[in-house]
């Protein structure tokens, strides 16, 4: 489907041939989520192109679309591109680029002088990375993606931080991420075999950023779409895309591909709710509401320290008064504590977290 000049609604779920400059400026301001954006890496390759020891020709990515005359003209369309995203975005969307160490630093630059603000760089190591042939430099394994907000007055972007980190093995996710590249049936050929695509980019590692910055019915706008990476992962994940692609035959790849998706049901995308999104609720109210009264005790889960609840929700150990974690943390000799699931009360012979009373108060403002 070509550009419709001057577009006042959203094309959404739609491939749209043309530049990538133009179909975002013809696109409605504030009004996309996220971005996913894998523009050309300017790689400046020699005409020679690479060849491996066995004097055969490494498939390089050698296209017109990623020729730039000078770092100059790169630094041009870096600059009215990212202008053109920062416009559709959302006050509180927020923007994935990735690159390699030939451009990924002057697109950083270009972000920071239009406004943007940088939330974290992400290494993606490659599982599998193409030797360096020539050894003469280290092997090229790794990508680098930047994640950015709209401006430093953007707060309320979106980030599953507890989903991530329930998916691995709770620990915090971290700003290096192993991922294979895109090999096997995933990676698109032709009808001679071969690569439609020189860059293609796993699932995975768009899965990955989607799962992290956005919701199930938010609209990601990918301006360099190429074989449709983005749209497969949105329509499977339960986004709205709009993809921008210049040349037809990776637009056409594009749409044939996320056509054979299917998205994943409502119940395996719900958005587990996040303990910060969770209505406060101060250890006061559980003994207004008779769960545990002053006077009480509370101990550890195995009985070595002690402390007595007083009537003001505050805990007295016998020598300092003050809320369930500064006492919890003292009795240890930590810095902090999370009084809630460390004090427990002693219920039919056995220790009761106070946490579980704050989740029933929880469950009874949310059914109002």
């Known amino acids: 489907m070509g550009l419709v000049p001057a577009q006042r609604s959203l094309p959404l779920d739609q491939v749209l041939v043309g530049d990538c400059i133009a179909a975002m400026n013809a696109l409605p301001a504030s009004s996309v989520d996220c971005v996913f954006a894998d523009p050309p890496y300017n790689l400046q390759l020699g005409e020679a192109g690479l060849l491996r020891p066995d004097q055969s020709r490494v498939d390089a990515v050698d296209d017109d679309w990623d020729k730039f005359a000078t770092f100059e003209a790169y630094d041009a369309f870096t600059r009215d591109w990212l202008a053109a995203c920062r416009r559709v975005m959302k006050p509180n969307a927020t923007l994935w680029v990735i690159g390699s160490y030939h451009n990924i630093f002057r697109v950083g630059s270009a972000l920071q002088d239009l406004g943007y603000w940088i939330l974290n760089d992400i290494v993606w190591r490659k599982a599998n990375p193409m030797p360096n042939f020539r050894g003469k430099r280290f092997t090229n394994a790794h990508e680098t993606l930047i994640w950015a907000s709209r401006s430093a007055e953007s707060k309320g972007y979106t980030f599953h931080y507890d989903a991530l980190k329930a998916g691995n093995e709770d620990l915090q996710m971290r700003s290096d991420w192993f991922i294979p590249l895109c090999t ?24 990955r950023t989607l799962l992290a910055a956005t919701n199930p019915g938010d609209v990601v706008l990918d301006p360099f779409f190429g074989t449709g990476t983005t749209g497969a992962v949105a329509k499977r994940l339960g986004r709205r895309f709009i993809g921008i692609e210049r040349e037809t035959v990776y637009a056409d790849a594009a749409r044939a591909r996320i056509a054979a998706v299917e998205t994943l049901s409502q119940a395996a995308l719900m ?98």
Request: aromatic share 4%.
């Open 184 to 207: 096997g049936d995933e990676r698109l050929k032709d009808a001679d075999g071969h690569k439609v695509h020189p860059t293609q980019k796993p699932e995975a590692l768009l899965a």
């Open 271 to 368: 958005v587990a709710p996040t303990k910060r999104a969770e209505p406060r609720v101060p250890f006061l109210s559980v003994i207004e509401a008779g769960h545990i009264r002053p006077g009480e005790v509370v101990t550890d889960e195995r009985r070595r320290f002690r402390a007595t609840v007083r009537p003001d929700g505050q805990l007295d150990n016998g020598l300092v008064i003050g809320s369930i974690h500064k006492i919890g943390a003292l009795v240890q000799g930590l810095p902090a504590c999370n009084g809630w699931t460390f004090w427990h009360v002693e219920r039919s012979g056995k220790p009761v977290v106070i946490d579980s009373y704050r989740a029933g108060l929880r469950r009874a403002m949310a059914n109002g």
